[in-house]
């Protein structure tokens, strides 16, 4: 009897390890790392200063809407429009009720702490975070990190400048559902010229 609860535990584990391990590798490949070049653009070149079209677009759940660029992970990662389960396993999520990227008020990202958003604890206040729509960056600053209990409604309130939000599930190292969220928050500094 020892023996076999033994070999089905040993089981369990190997399934659960081979699941983190399929999410953790998912997410290594769906990143686009070096974003050398992409930074260098940005900082040095004026032409990307591009003009954008005041008029917002609509995007259904599954679009994709633009890139996170994390300079200081060396990682850009595609933002897709909602945050269920299946469009978290291809990007990070934008919380559909929230305005996006870039634009007045409080937009939040949200990420799987194993795939996507592995070593977000690496960043700091003072990191710089971009964020691409249709070859236009906004360029944001890391202002605030903190720790809340999952069910903190603090993070979605609105503000009173261009925030960008990220959230994750807490502690990283965590076996099952996290019982906090890790946020990282953003104001917008470098905003592209208005068409009118």
């Known amino acids: 009897m020892v023996k076999r609860l033994s070999v089905f535990l040993i089981c369990i584990g190997i399934v659960f390890l081979s699941y983190q391990a399929y999410w953790i590798l998912y997410g290594l490949n769906s990143v686009q790392n070096d974003t050398t070049q992409i930074i260098d653009n940005i900082t040095e070149n004026k032409k990307h200063e591009l003009s954008v079209n005041v008029h917002s677009q609509v995007f259904q759940e599954g679009d994709q809407i633009g890139s996170l660029i994390i300079p200081k992970l060396d990682r850009a990662i595609p933002i897709l429009e909602g945050d269920s389960q299946e469009v978290l396993k291809k990007g990070i999520g934008h919380v559909i009720t929230t305005p996006l990227p870039g634009e007045e008020n409080n937009s939040i990202l949200a990420g799987h702490r194993d795939t996507f958003f592995r070593n977000l604890n690496e960043l700091e206040i003072g990191d710089k975070l971009l964020v691409e729509r ?63």
């Open 134 to 196: 249709k070859n236009t960056y906004y360029i944001f600053l890391i202002k605030k990190i903190r720790i809340v209990n999952k069910e903190d409604q603090t993070v979605i309130v609105p503000r009173p400048r261009s925030t960008l939000t990220l959230t994750t599930c807490y502690p990283f190292n965590f076996i099952g559902p996290a019982p906090q969220r890790y946020i990282v928050e953003a104001e917008l500094i470098k905003k592209p010229k208005i068409e009118q």
